[in-house]
């Protein structure tokens, strides 16, 4: 493309362009050149990463979380149910980092969670994973999670990989439940994968997961 | 065309007891959600957000309520409230420099409303982590255009990183 003669200037001074700061007139080549560079300002930050829809699984990984582009990513978990019949089957989240699943207590969490009408403190300092709501759901019609998390910092390998989270739904005894809290692995690594199961890793899950990364510019 | 999150403003701000986020608020947007990260700040101290009116003027009327659950991972939890604060929201300000996380909502800051927020932060305190829900409101109909974040006892901030966007 011509130096001289583009976003309609003529000459060398041609502005510079960026988010938030386009200055000129555009034709669509020009456009999408500028989409491709991250230049054009178009709204729309919170950016989908990966949606599962998930029919029967222990274990559901997200590969491909662009931890190297997002510092704060969002996920929501929509109508997580079981197919054990009996309960204890508690969502929580596990990192792997640089492609290796870390599978020790390393994990610290502090939920609040209630059900059955009283409130209890439900916290670890050495964990398998980061719980969730933490309340128990079977195969009931009823019984589902439903949550939201922000993890923060999981692409900074100087920094611990954090998350906060709210879950509402019924539990195994027909309860409405409810958790909100936070977690972290206190490492300082980089974490390109997200894992959500059940605590015991054993039971078949399904219901519907997106995976946001939230953009930012300097 | 797009819609949902719409990015506004980034601040950073190092060794500096206070950061502020000036001219972020609108009559663009009602809902705004806010996210900030800190690092290598001192032990044992919290942080506070207040208001900013035209300009960088802080409000410092006292006609702010916030109650906050601090969740800990290795003890009980306790909870923690104020009324008639100057502060819109306290938070954690312990976090080592492996880092923190904060996300907050703020609604109806620059309309004809009382501000309302609601908000969620991790971090380390010692050892251990440390989590925070927290809600406030500004008991007033004052159209704020900024905000800022500050110690509690006027030690430094460090690696301070905020990010505004408008929910459209």
């Keep these: 493309m011509s130096k001289s003669n583009k976003y309609g200037y003529s000459g060398v001074n041609i502005p510079t362009q960026a988010f938030k700061s ?6 669509p080549a020009e456009i999408n ?47 997580m149910k079981t197919a054990r019949s009996s ?28 059900q059955g009408g009283s409130f209890s403190d439900q916290n670890t300092t050495s964990f398998s994973r980061i719980g969730i709501g933490w309340y128990s759901i079977d195969n009931a019609t009823y019984n589902c999670e439903n949550s939201y998390v ?55 899950l399904s219901g519907v997961i997106s995976l946001y990364g939230i953009k930012e510019y300097s | 065309m797009a819609t949902n999150l719409e990015f506004i403003k980034q601040v950073n701000g190092t060794s500096t007891a ?31 957000m207040r208001f900013l009116t035209t300009g960088e003027t802080v409000d410092l009327t006292s006609d702010k309520d916030y109650a906050r659950q601090l969740l800990y991972a290795h003890t009980s939890f306790n909870n ?3 009324s008639t604060n100057a502060n819109f929201w306290r938070g954690m300000g312990e976090a080592t420099e492996q880092g923190s996380g904060n996300s907050l909502y703020v609604f109806n800051p620059n309309n004809a409303s009382y501000t ?45 990183d905020i990010l505004v966007y408008g929910v459209k």
């Design chain 1, 22 to 27: 386009n200055v000129g007139k555009f034709d």
């Design chain 1, 33 to 79: 050149e500028l989409v491709q560079e991250d230049k054009w300002t178009a709204f729309g930050q919170l950016e989908l990463i990966e949606t599962k829809t998930v029919t029967s699984s222990s274990l559901i990984t997200f590969n491909d979380i662009k931890s190297d582009i997002y510092n704060v990513h969002f996920m929501t978990l929509s109508n």
């Design chain 1, 150 to 204: 922000y993890f923060y910092n999981l692409g900074d390998s100087t920094k611990y990989s954090f998350t906060t989270s709210h879950s509402f739904g019924y539990n195994y005894q027909d309860q409405q439940a409810m958790g909100y809290g936070s977690g972290v692995l206190p490492q300082t690594s980089f974490v390109d994968q997200i894992q959500i199961s059940d605590y015991n890793t054993l039971d078949n």
């Design chain 2, 80 to 82: 923690n409230n104020s």
């Design chain 2, 18 to 48: 206070e950061v502020k986020v000036t001219n972020c608020f609108s009559d663009k947007y009602d809902i705004y959600y806010i996210t900030f990260s800190t690092s290598d700040d001192s032990v044992g101290t919290a942080t506070d």
């Design chain 2, 116 to 160: 309302y927020g609601l908000g969620q932060s991790v971090g380390i305190t010692g050892s251990n982590m440390i989590g925070f829900k927290w809600i406030g409101c500004a008991k007033n109909t004052t159209q704020y255009t900024g905000f800022l974040i500050k110690t509690a006892d006027g030690t430094v901030l460090n690696n301070l």
């Design chain 1, 87 to 114: 309960g204890n089957i508690q969502l929580g989240i596990r990192f792997a980092e640089n492609g290796t699943l870390e599978t020790g207590t390393n994990y610290q969490f502090a939920v609040n969670r209630f």
